[in-house]
Structures are given as C-alpha cells and as structure tokens.
C-alpha cells in the first residue's frame, strides 16, 4: 500500500516563500501524477496545482504566476514552490498522487496527512 507524506509548510511572513514536498513510499510504480490541494476552516477543499497526464501542468488561478509545482519520478517525490505568499494561502496543503491512467481524479488517489502552511501580515 503506497503511503503518501508531506513536509516543508511552515509559517512565514506575506511575501514570503515555501516549497513544501511530497513523498510516495513504498509503491509498484513510479512516474505517478501528483498534485497539492489546500484547505482551511470554513472553505472548500481547492485544487491549487497538478501535473498533467501528457506532462503539463495545472494551477488554480489564485496561485499562477507564485506556484509552481515540480516533480521527480525518481524519486517520486513531488515539490511545491510557493513564492509572494499571502494571508489567504494560508491553509492545510495536502498532496496526492495517483497512476497516470487515472491523472483526472487525482483527488481520489493516494493522500498524506497535509502540511500546515501559515502567512501572516
């Protein structure tokens, strides 16, 4: 059963930068899709950024141009570089990942336990 685990959140100031990163562990496969949701108290869970299945990429409008999301088959460790961070980023990041053939409901795929990333002003 491949396990899922997130690190690197943390607090910082707005303006600030984070790259959180997300490990899948003891799996048959490599080259999974992955991605990070976030959500915070009171909100809706929000797809913040995901490779694609032909190799690209995807991010939630609220976090173009400051995200960016990496990913290293060989290690099948994903990354998550945030950069200008602000207050409303502030949120518990979950990774996920998923087999490729499968890349659309990546939400349904293999989770970690989140990583919590604050921004304060």
């Known amino acids: 059963q491949e396990q899922v685990a997130e690190s690197g959140g943390g607090a910082v100031q707005v303006g600030g930068s984070l790259r959180p990163s997300c490990t899948v562990s003891?799996?048959?496969?490599?080259?999974?899709?992955m991605g990070w949701f976030r959500q915070s108290p009171g909100k809706e869970r929000e797809a913040v950024a995901h490779n694609d299945r032909d190799g690209g990429t995807t991010y939630a409008d609220s976090v173009k141009g400051r995200f960016t999301i990496s990913k290293d088959d060989a290690r099948n460790t994903a990354y998550l570089q945030m950069n200008n961070l602000k207050p409303e980023d502030t949120a518990m990041y979950y990774c996920a990942a998923i087999e490729p053939i499968f890349c659309n409901d990546l939400i349904s795929g293999y989770r970690g336990q989140g990583t919590q990333v604050t921004v304060s002003s």
């Open positions: 003891g799996p048959t496969y490599k080259n999974y899709c």
